[in-house]
């Protein structure tokens, strides 16, 4: 069965740490493109990071520049998403994507990543 399975998410104190990890499995994971989204009550799925199959390429959402920090490890077939400096507005449902397409931008459409995960819950206190 082709998946990705999202964990990690959890509730932390404004200014905390926590990070993501996304295990791929029925697939060449390191011949993917891979994402973190994001989508809270009310609001569109965002992007918030990507990186390429071989890590030479990574975007980051401007909100999340110089807190979050994306990487992947191939043979493992996971992806990760180490979170730093937590706020209140990164609450959100995280979801890894996936896609064939090895491409990395923050002008990628959401809509064009081909597998999603669960989700996994990150809630951030004030």
């Known amino acids: 069965q082709v998946q990705v399975v999202e964990s990690g998410g959890g509730l932390v104190q404004a200014g905390g740490s926590l990070r993501l990890s996304c295990t791929a499995s029925?697939?060449?994971?390191?011949?993917?493109?891979m994402g973190w989204f994001r989508q809270a009550p009310g609001k569109e799925r965002e992007g918030v990071s990507c990186?390429?199959?071989?890590?030479?390429?990574?975007y980051y959402a401007d909100s999340v520049k110089g807190r979050f920090t994306i990487s992947r490890d191939n043979p493992k077939s996971t992806l990760y998403l180490q979170m730093n400096g937590l706020k209140p507005e990164d609450t959100a449902m995280y979801y890894c994507?996936?896609?064939?397409?090895?491409?990395?931008?923050?002008?990628?459409?959401?809509?064009?990543?081909?597998?999603w995960g669960q989700g996994t819950q990150v809630t951030v206190s004030s």
């Open positions: 994507a996936a896609d064939y397409t090895d491409y990395c931008s923050g002008s990628r459409a959401v809509a064009s990543w081909a597998l």
């Open positions: 029925g697939l060449h994971f390191d011949g993917y493109a």
């Open positions: 990186i390429t199959w071989n890590g030479g390429n990574t």
